[in-house]
C-alpha cells in the first residue's frame, strides 16, 4: 500500500466503493475496504451466552486476518480514521465491529454516512461525521443473536432426525410455509364451470364487441351451457338492440412511487427476468459506482439500494422537475409534491431507490454500462422520472344495451394524455391496450352480428414466483429489504423448494422440515410472531427498546418448545422407494433415492456399486419424429421443462409445449398442449389450428 502519513483513513465494505470515494475526496485521504464484516459470532458453536443476558461471543472471522492486519497498519499511520459503511444497521454493525479492532473511540465522532456516492453528498458527508449509533448496532445484533439462537438450535435436530446439512431460520421458515400452503390450495381446489357469451353488433357502418352481462336489469352468471342456451333462446335475431345506456367518464392513472428493494426485486424478475440474488448485485455495482470515463471518473449511479422508503429528497425533486420541463414539455411536470406512503412498518432512514441524478439518462450511459446494467438502471430512472409526472387521462366509455330482458354491456377506452406513460409502463400497463367504441347515444339500436359462447372454470391460485413470494413477506411484514434474496437463496440451496420454470414447488424434504417446525417450534412459523419482531427491532434502533430484554421475551418460549422437542420428535426416515428394475453394471436392484437436487435412482449395493441414473418422467406418447422412442419430461439448465425424445442423441426431437400423442386434423403435424392467458389450449405448432381443452 501506498504511504499515507498524515493523510486521513476512510474505511469501507468494498474495493469499488474505495476508489471512488477517493477520488472525491483528494490526496489527504486514503479509502481501504474490510471487505464487508470483519468479526462475527464462530462458525462451529452457538457463540451466544445464554446465561449472562445473551452477550454474543465475537472472533474474527476467519480468513481476514491479512485484512485487520493491513486495517490496523493503515489506522496507526493515520491522521484521523473515519468509518463509512452502508447507511443501514448491518452497515452500522460494521462500523462497530472495526472501531473495536482498531481501538478506536466508541463516543468519537468518526462515522460518516451518506445515501449516494456522489462527489458533493460524500464531501457534504465528511463535514459533520457523527458518533457510532449504538441503537442500530444492538437492532442488528438483536436479529444476529436471536436468528443464531434459533438457527443453531432446530439444525441440530433437523440433522439428527431428518437430514444432515438442513437448517431453519426464522424468515426461511416463513418463505417455506408461503410456498407449502399456496401448494396445499392448489391440491384443494375445486375447479367450477362458468360461461360467457362475447357477441358482435353493428351499428351504422361501425361493428363493436359486447359482453352478456345480465337478465331483466340484473347482473346474471353463466354456469353450465344450458343456462347460455336459455339465454340464447330468449334473443330475437330479427329485433335490433336498444341503447340503455351510455356513460362517459374521464379516468386518471397516477404513476407508481419510485422503487423501494421489495418493489425493484419484484419489477426487475417480471420485466428483465433477474433472480432476486441478481437484482441487488447489479443495483449494489450502480450504487458503488462505475468509470465514466476521463471527464467525471467514478460514480455513483443511484441512491442506497436496500431501503423499504417511497421518500425523495427535495433536490431531487426539483432536479426531476426541470428535466421533465426541458425534456417532455410543462403539461408533463406535477404541480404539487406527491406523498407515497409507506408500507406499514417500514423504516424512512433513507430515500426510495432513484438515480443520483436525473439528467443521467439511460441513453447517455448506453456504451459505458454492460447489458445487465443498463437495463436495471433504465428500469429505476424512468420508474423515478414516471412519479414525477401527471398522471395518463383516458376517456371511457360504458355502453348498456337489451333486447327481450337480455342485457349486454360494452366497455370501451381510450388514452386522451400520456402523462407518465411516456417514459414508463408498468407490467400491468403493458397488458392494458386501447378498446375504441363507436359514437353511441342512448335510444340508437344496434344490430346482433354474431354470438360466441365459452366455456371456462376458474383457476387455482398461482404458485408462488421469486416476485410474488417477496410480495407476500413484504405484505406479512416478514424480514425487511436486505433479507429476501438470501432467504430466498437459502430454501433453494436447501432444497426445501425447487423451481418449475419461474414458479416455487415445495419438495417432499421442504414438507417434512415444515411439518416438524409446524408442530413443534409454531412460533417459528408464525407470521404476526414473525412480523412483531421485526416491529420489536425497529424499536430497538429507534432507542425505545432494550435489545437484551426483546431476544429474552423471544427466546424463553422457545426454549421450552426446544426442550419438549428433542424428547418427542422421532426420526424421519426417508425411504428409498424400490424402482422396479436392476442395475445394468451389476444386476442388483435400483432404488430411488432423495438427493440434494431431488430423487434420483441409484444401486442398492452402495457404495460398492455406485451406479447412478436421472430419473427420467414418461408422459405416454410415442416420440412424434422417429415414431419409436417415448417422449419424456426434461429439465433446462435454467430448471425450465421441456419435452424430448427417450432415443436421444439417436433422436432429436425437443418441444418446450407437451405432445398430446394425436395428429392436427389440418396439416397431419403433431398437436401440443400449450398454456395461454386464462388456460390451456391445444394447437399445432405447424399452423392455425387451435381447440380449448374441456376439463
Known sequence: MPSTK??????????????????????????????????????????????HDYEPRYISIRGKGPVIKDLKKEAKKAKRVYLAADPDREGEAI????????????????????????????????????????????????????????????????????????SAGRVQSIALKLVIERENDIKKFVPEEYWTIESTFKHGRDKFKANFYGLDGKKAELKNNDEVQSVLGKIDKKKDFTIDKVTKKERKRMPAAPFTTSSLQQEANKRLNFKTRKTMMIAQQLYEGINL????????????????????????????????HEEYGEPYAIVKERKDKNQEGAQDAHEAIRPSSVFRTPASLKDILSRDQFRLYSLIWSRFVASQMTPAVFDTMTVDLSQNGVMFRANGSKIKFEGYRKVYQSTSDTLKKDNILPELSEGDSAKLQTNDPAQHFTQPPARFTEASLVKALEENGVGRPSTYAPTIDTIQRRYYV???????????????VDNLIQDYFPDIVNIDFTAHLEDELDNIEEGKENWVKVVDRYYKPFAKELESAEDKIEKVQIKDEPAGMDCDICG???????????????????????????????????????????????KS?????????????????VSWDKPIGRDCPKDGHYLVEKKVKGGRQIICPNGDYEEDIQK
Not at 611 to 631: D, F, H, L
Not at 637 to 653: A, E, Q, T, V, W
Open 293 to 324: 470515463g476521463r471527464k467525471e471518473g467514478t460514480v455513483g449511479l443511484i441512491t442506497y439500494m436496500r431501503t423499504d422508503s417511497k421518500r425523495i429528497s427535495k433536490v431531487a425533486e426539483a432536479d426531476a422537475s426541470k428535466f421533465i
Open 95 to 166: 462500523a462497530w465491529h472495526v472501531s473495536h479492532l482498531l481501538g478506536l473511540d466508541e463516543d468519537g465522532k468518526n462515522r460518516v454516512v451518506f445515501n449516494e456516492i456522489t462527489k458533493d453528498t460524500v464531501k457534504q458527508a465528511f463535514k459533520s461525521p457523527r458518533s457510532i449509533d449504538m441503537n442500530l448496532v444492538d437492532a442488528q445484533q438483536a436479529r444476529r443473536v436471536l436468528d443464531r439462537l434459533v438457527g443453531y438450535s432446530i439444525s441440530p435436530i433437523l440433522w439428527a432426525k431428518v437430514k444432515k446439512g438442513l
Open 498 to 512: 425447487k423451481l418449475n420454470g419461474k414458479s416455487f414447488e415445495p419438495t417432499e424434504l421442504g414438507e417434512i
Open 637 to 653: 439448465k435454467k430448471n425450465r421443462i421441456f419435452y424430448g425424445c427417450s432415443r436421444y442423441p439417436d433422436c432429436d426431437f
Open 588 to 634: 442388483a436392484p435400483m432404488v430411488i433415492k432423495m438427493g440434494r437436487y431431488g430423487k434420483f435412482y441409484a444401486c442398492s449395493r452402495f457404495p460398492e456399486c455406485r451406479n447412478t441414473k436421472p430419473i427420467v418422467k414418461e408422459i405416454g406418447v410415442i416420440c412424434p419424429k422417429c415414431k419409436k422412442g417415448q417422449v419424456i419430461e426434461r
Open 6 to 51: 498524515q493523510k486521513n483513513l476512510v474505511i469501507v465494505e468494498s474495493p469499488s466503493k474505495a476508489k471512488t470515494i477517493e477520488k472525491y475526496l483528494g490526496r489527504n485521504y486514503h479509502v481501504v475496504a474490510s471487505l464487508g464484516h470483519v468479526r462475527d459470532l464462530p462458525k462451529s458453536q452457538m457463540g451466544v451466552d445464554i446465561d
